[in-house]
């Protein structure tokens, strides 16, 4: 991998390695694990740091015929290592390839592709670098030029971890939770009573009535305030937009909390309801509101039995919620309480719904109030990036994009930042190369670092 991957013409590289390449950081969604980070965990070996949570390529092991045992089974952690290695040279074409080796070269120094050939050796190598200090959790994420970062957590995490790492004065950068309250959203789900019992816990009160639900999400919502949080996140898979009064969703609510099948309508209007009163929690406080969209997930029943989610199951569903989506943020702007929000899908044919769909929601003199969510998961690769970045230029204010995340669960992607710039400085030096646009290098740079790094450093009003 050369100094110039991905970087076609001139003025890309020119972009890239003079304003993109050392920009900092802002990685303001990911699912690191904040307890690793304040207990600044060490990795006894390769396999538990890159192959520990990672369903990418769990299901890129899946597809190249691997046996399970060496993927989440009980095989020896050099085993599944060796099987991994065994996989890499078949992945011509996928981001893991890639990702792969940049993790290798950026912080293992390892120029080498990783195959059966090689995988002995590299294994010694990692596993002997693990050992060292510099490749603690803490110390990893400053290698990486990472100045703040945000986990994802539920509403009734006590945020001791990040308490804990706000108080370690020699780690300098920001970690700051997000607020994820899917499990009051999922009334349908199994886990919901489970959850507004240890949410009756956390909050010392029982709650029995809509109105008190409320209120208990208003007082996370101001503690996750009181630590730093200005983010909330939903993964929703789909958008509803169905409204009700306010006794009806009472009675639903009792209805759900006595363990009642709801009806579709029933779990529609309590979502509706729900998702309402929190935009309009996050507005006041000036958060910024994620929506991750299009996820059709845990998709086999029998391996969903045998691991659980997020274990590589999941895939992009096909919903229609552009009147939806419309509805909901429309009922927000109408009395001017919209937080800033970011619209992600996972289907990359909505780009254009969602890119457009901004546009009628921009304004209040904030650029980019409301944001198109960088290619997330599935689109988190050369095309799905490129797509979403010319959605974005195409139909709105690119120069404004507050640009990638890892979204990742391991401590060394943030190479996927790298990555990113790559892509971006390319499409933008291709674009001034084609003369699309002028050889303004004052104005590049502005935008090249805005992407990087200014913008979401601007955007959420996070001081850095
Ligand atoms: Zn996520």
């Known amino acids: 991998m050369c100094k110039d991957f991905l970087l076609e013409t001139e003025t890309s590289k020119k972009l890239y390695h003079e304003y993109a390449k050392d920009m900092f950081i802002f990685d303001y969604h990911c ?9 600044n965990k060490s990795y006894k070996n390769i396999t538990e740091i890159w192959l520990g949570g990672d369903h990418y390529k769990w299901r890129a092991m899946r597809g190249n015929g691997i046996a399970e045992e060496f993927i989440s089974g009980n095989k020896s952690d050099k085993e599944k ?29 390892i120029d080498e592709t990783l195959s059966p050939k090689t995988a002995e050796k590299i294994w010694v190598k990692c596993n002997e670098l693990l050992q060292q200090k510099e490749f603690s959790a803490k110390s990893l994420i400053e290698k990486s030029n990472v100045k703040g970062l945000c986990t994802t957590d539920d509403p009734i995490d006590d ?26 959203i999922n009334i349908d789900k199994e886990s919901f009573l489970e959850w507004i019992n240890s949410l009756e816990e956390v909050v010392g009160y029982k709650i029995d009535k809509y109105s008190l639900l409320l209120k208990a999400l208003s007082e996370r919502v101001d503690f996750f305030h009181e630590v730093g949080c200005r983010i909330s996140d939903h993964g929703l898979d789909t958008i509803y937009f169905k409204e ?30 729900t998702l309402i009163f929190l935009g309009k929690e996050y507005s006041k406080r000036k958060w910024t509101m994620q929506i991750h969209l299009g996820a059709i997930r845990n998709n086999s029943k029998r391996m969903f039995r045998q691991l659980g ?27 001017d309480e919209l937080p800033q929000t970011i619209l992600y899908s996972l289907n990359p044919r909505d780009n254009y719904t ?44 690119l120069s404004r994009f507050i640009g990638m995340l890892t979204d990742s669960r391991s401590f060394l992607s943030y190479t996927r930042h790298e990555y990113f710039r790559r892509i971006m400085c390319n499409l933008i030096g291709q674009w001034v190369e ?14 090249v670092k805005g992407i990087c790094y200014e913008n979401a450093k601007d955007y959420f009003g996070i001081e850095l």
């Open 31 to 39: 699912h690191l694990s904040a307890q690793e980070i304040a207990e």
């Open 159 to 184: 945020l001791k971890y990040h308490l804990e790492i706000a108080n370690d004065k020699e780690f300098n950068v920001k970690v700051l939770p997000t607020f994820r309250p899917d499990k009051a």
């Open 81 to 109: 290592f060796m099987k991994w290695a065994e996989t890499v040279p078949y992945l011509i074409g996928n981001p893991l390839y890639h990702w792969t080796h940049l993790e290798l070269k950026e912080y293992f120094n």
């Open 354 to 397: 969602l890119a457009t769909m901004l546009g009628n929601f921009q304004g209040g003199g904030k650029p980019g109030k409301i944001q198109l969510g960088s290619g997330w998961w599935f689109n988190d690769q050369r095309d799905g990036m490129v797509d979403q970045m010319k959605a974005l230029a195409n139909l709105g204010v």
């Open 309 to 335: 989610a997020d274990t590589g199951f999941d895939s992009i569903g096909d919903y229609n919620f552009a009147k939806e989506l419309s509805q909901y943020l429309d009922s927000l702007d109408d009395t």
């Open 244 to 273: 009700a009064t306010k006794k009806e969703v009472e009675e639903i609510f009792l209805k759900g909390l006595s363990g009642q099948k709801l009806t579709q309508e029933e779990v529609e209007k309590y979502m509706t309801a």
């Open 434 to 447: 084609n003369g699309e646009y002028p050889e303004d290098f004052d104005m590049l740079e502005t935008i």
